[in-house]
């Protein structure tokens, strides 16, 4: 399952400090940033497991990023 995320994100460094913590914390998923889309969306990939939307927008809140979930 993949779920992609409009975010605040703006600066790569934070982008990768972000990305650091996700793979820390949530094992089973892969993410990346496009930081060149106007949404500079966060595009977050489970293979296995459970993905709980609700839960990884509460963690990115608590590390100071705005997200959230971006609809067709």
């Given amino acids: 399952m993949v779920e992609v995320f409009k975010t605040n994100v703006?600066?790569?460094r934070e982008?990768?400090?972000l990305l650091e913590a996700i793979?820390?914390?949530f094992n089973n998923h892969k993410a990346n940033?496009?930081?060149e889309d106007c949404?500079?969306?966060?595009r977050i990939q489970c293979d296995e497991g459970?993905?709980?939307s609700k839960t990884l927008m509460t963690?990115?809140?608590e590390m100071g990023c705005k997200a959230e979930?971006?609809?067709d």
């Fill in 59 to 61: 963690f990115l809140n």
């Fill in 33 to 35: 940033f496009d930081l």
């Fill in 23 to 25: 793979h820390k914390t």
């Fill in 69 to 71: 979930v971006l609809t």
């Fill in 10 to 12: 703006s600066r790569r």
């Fill in 50 to 52: 459970v993905f709980c």
């Fill in 39 to 42: 949404d500079r969306i966060l």
């Fill in 15 to 17: 982008a990768n400090k």
